[in-house]
């Protein structure tokens, strides 16, 4: 894949909760929040205040209406 299509941001790891099979994650960049959902796997988990990039497809872009 062309990976000058993707959408990538580099963001820092605010929250993190276990939840069983999976993890949430709350992460930062340039004042936006973003609210990650990862499987659990034998990679080691991402703590608070570890920096990490945020790759996603277009296709997976959701808009949404800002607050009123």
Known sequence: ADGSRE?????KIVTSVYA????????TFDGLTFKIFAQNSDA???????????VW?????VPLEPAA
Do not use: I
């Not at 497809?57 to 872009?61: G, I, L």
């Open 20 to 27: 069983g099979t999976a993890l949430t994650y709350t992460a």
């Open 57 to 61: 497809s277009p296709s997976h872009t």
């Open 7 to 11: 959408n990538r941001v580099t963001a």
């Open 44 to 54: 080691r988990p991402y703590a608070v205040g570890d920096t990490v990039d945020l």
